[in-house]
T-cell receptor, first 116, second 111 residues
Framework: DTGVSQDPRHKITKRGQNVTFRCDPISEHNRLYWYRQTLGQGPEFLTY????????KSRLLSDRFSAERPKGSFSTLEIQRTEQGDSAMYLCASSPRQRSHNYGYTFGSGTRLTVV | QQQVKQSPQSLIVQKGGISIINCAYENTAFDYFPWYQQFPGKGPALLIA?????SEKKEGRFTISFNKSAKQFSLHIMDSQPGDSATYFCAASPGNTPLVFGKGTRLSVIA
């Protein structure tokens, strides 16, 4: 297992178009998280899954955003009718379900979205 | 609503010196406090973490100091090296819930 994979690494899209990102977590991790990071800011929580169940969505996640994790494996994040304000790095992370002393998230390298 | 306040925004340290980054929080339900390191073009990576039942944790050159009464915790990097130049984020969470991150500190270690 090579860690958390995200695809694509970069995406440039025109305003109003739909985009979809994919995340492949570490296979034995039950939990999968989506965060958004803008320049000079820390990651902001968007949503997370435990297996296939979406447990929480942030108020940052407008109706234009939807995330899925079919069969509890990979996840997709779709943004409909993109706006310039959606330009950011979208980070995916995974973790075991149970916290331990060395519990931590493993992040992917992110998908950088630019809306023009 | 920023639940974890991190300072300073940026830090320049001489090689071999000590880098100190601070975080403060309000939510007393927080019970897990990790620090992450991020290099350009990469996702954050866990550096070290602490629970509120201990006041200090050390791993190599990295130490977390935790002050529960003051609701503050800090990261100390001893013998700072140019390879430590990165952005550092504190984070916290209550129970087994998603982490809340600080805004980050950009550290530059100069020779």
């Amino acid at each position: 297992d090579t860690g958390v994979s995200q695809d694509p690494r970069h995406k440039i899209t025109k305003r109003g178009q739909n985009v979809t990102f994919r995340c492949d977590p570490i296979s034995e991790h039950n939990r999968l998280y989506w965060y958004r990071q803008t320049l000079g800011q820390g990651p902001e929580f968007l949503t997370y899954f435990q297996n296939e169940a979406q447990l929480e969505k942030s108020r940052l996640l407008s109706d234009r955003f939807s995330a899925e994790r079919p069969k509890g494996s990979f996840s997709t994040l779709e943004i409909q009718r993109t706006e310039q304000g959606d330009s950011a790095m979208y980070l995916c992370a995974s973790s075991p379900r149970q916290r331990s002393h060395n519990y931590g998230y493993t992040f992917g390298s992110g998908t950088r979205l630019t809306v023009v | 609503q920023q639940q974890v306040k991190q300072s300073p925004q940026s830090l320049i340290v001489q090689k071999g010196g000590i880098s100190i980054i601070n975080c403060a929080y309000e939510n007393t339900a927080f019970d897990y406090f990790p620090w992450y390191q991020q290099f350009p073009g990469k996702g954050p990576a866990l550096l070290i973490a602490i629970r509120p039942d201990v006041s200090e944790k050390k791993e190599g050159r990295f130490t977390i100091s935790f002050n529960k009464s003051a609701k503050q915790f800090s990261l100390h990097i001893m013998d700072s090296q140019p390879g430590d130049s990165a952005t550092y984020f504190c984070a916290a969470s209550p129970g087994n819930t998603p982490l809340v991150f600080g805004k980050g500190t950009r550290l530059s270690v100069i020779a």
